[in-house]
């Protein structure tokens, strides 16, 4: 059974830093496609950020050169690195996970999900 959890949101001011983590358990992160995804208020999921099991990475357009998604195989956990935050990034986050090995923002493609962490951001 496919177990992710999600930690590491909170309330930061704009232009702050926040780390998320996400532990997996029952599968293995560097052979499945890694994502996050946030919601904000009365908005649909949206893609953040992708990690592929070859390492390749695809952020969305609004968090380019301000967000990192990254691996620790040995941990078995994914994180995003999150600098110069803005108060358009307050959401729940999700961290997610499928086995197509390929980039895809897509929501319905992941099949795996935790059960999000609340970052805000304060102006």
Known sequence: QVQLVESGG???????????SC???GVTSSTRT???????P????EFVAQLNWDDRTYYADAVKGRFSISR???KNTVYLQMNSLKPEDT????C????RPFYTPRVDEYNAWGQGTQVAVSS
């Open 10 to 20: 909170g309330l930061v001011q704009a232009g702050g830093s926040l780390r998320l």
């Open 23 to 25: 532990a997996a358990s």
């Open 34 to 40: 890694m994502g996050w995804f946030r919601q904000a």
């Open 42 to 45: 009365g908005k649909e999921r």
């Open 72 to 74: 620790d195989s040995a």
């Open 91 to 94: 959401a729940v986050y999700y």
């Open 96 to 99: 997610a996970a499928n086995t």
